[in-house]
């Protein structure tokens, strides 16, 4: 996924992002564009399998487990 974007200059957070469906999934990303570090969950592993390869975060494995280093929960 290819997305030419320029980002403010903002201080990074560690944000926790549950659910990938089609606006999940590029919202996500932009966090991750931005510098932020991003970690996913999604009920289907395989669309957070995908959204790691495309976009070097990490995920979580549990919902619950994904907010728990968050300062931002999404």
Do not use: Q
Not at 20 to 36: N, Q, W
């Amino acid at each position: 996924m290819k997305m030419d974007k320029t980002y403010a200059c903002v201080p990074s957070l560690k944000v926790a992002f549950v659910g990938l469906g089609v606006m999940g999934f590029p919202m996500a990303g932009h966090l991750k564009l931005a510098g932020h570090d991003v970690c996913v969950y999604n009920r289907t592993t395989t669309k957070a399998e995908k959204w790691v390869e495309t976009f070097g975060g990490r995920m979580a494995a549990k919902v619950s487990s994904s907010p728990a280093w968050a300062t931002t929960t999404i």
